[in-house]
């Protein structure tokens, strides 16, 4: 009988670490095309707007680097939040190696996602200004991409 209720105590406790906790899963395929999805459907909603096209020419270095630093402090944030406080194991999966596999497939995936709407649309004008329009579409892009993981939170 003790044997029955130990039972039943792990399968709880399983079925709570899945449905309840959902802690993350590693990353495999199903999330990167997740993350091209996302940011590929967050992305396109930026790209159609006149208005980046316009603001992107006014954009100075300052701005460019302000850009990029407030994308990478959102994602860290939605990466410790949303992902890395859900591990129970901390010891395991340390937060720089978990932090940095996230960030830099999102920001890949945002540039990447960002160059191919651009080329798609061409918005293509020169090299600077396509930079900029990319940097400028990186941030939704960068977020559309994290939010395969927010969704599979909850």
């Known amino acids: ?18 449905l309840v906790i959902k802690t993350p899963t590693h990353f495999s395929w199903a999330h990167l095309a997740a993350a091209f999805i996302g940011a590929l459907i967050l992305g396109q909603t930026f790209v159609l707007k006149g ?7 006014s954009l100075t270095a300052l701005h460019i680097v302000a850009i990029i630093l ?8 939605e990466i410790y939040y949303i992902g890395y406080r ?3 194991v ?5 937060f720089g190696q978990f932090w940095l596999k996230r960030i830099s497939t999102y920001l890949i ?6 160059f191919g709407l ?11 200004h396509t930079l900029k329009i990319a940097v400028a579409m990186s941030f939704p892009c960068a977020v559309g991409a994290s939010l395969a993981d927010l969704v599979e939170r909850y």
Do not use: C, G, P
């Open 1 to 18: 009988m003790k044997e029955h209720i130990k039972k039943i105590k792990s399968d709880i406790a399983e079925i709570k670490k899945a």
């Open 90 to 94: 901390k010891s395991k999966r340390h």
């Open 118 to 128: 651009i080329f798609l649309y061409n918005m293509n004008s020169t090299l600077i």
């Open 70 to 77: 407030i994308t990478i402090f959102v994602l860290s944030i």
């Open 109 to 114: 995936i945002a540039f990447l996602v960002s």
């Open 51 to 57: 208005l980046l096209y316009d603001v992107s020419y």
């Open 86 to 88: 859900r591990i129970q």
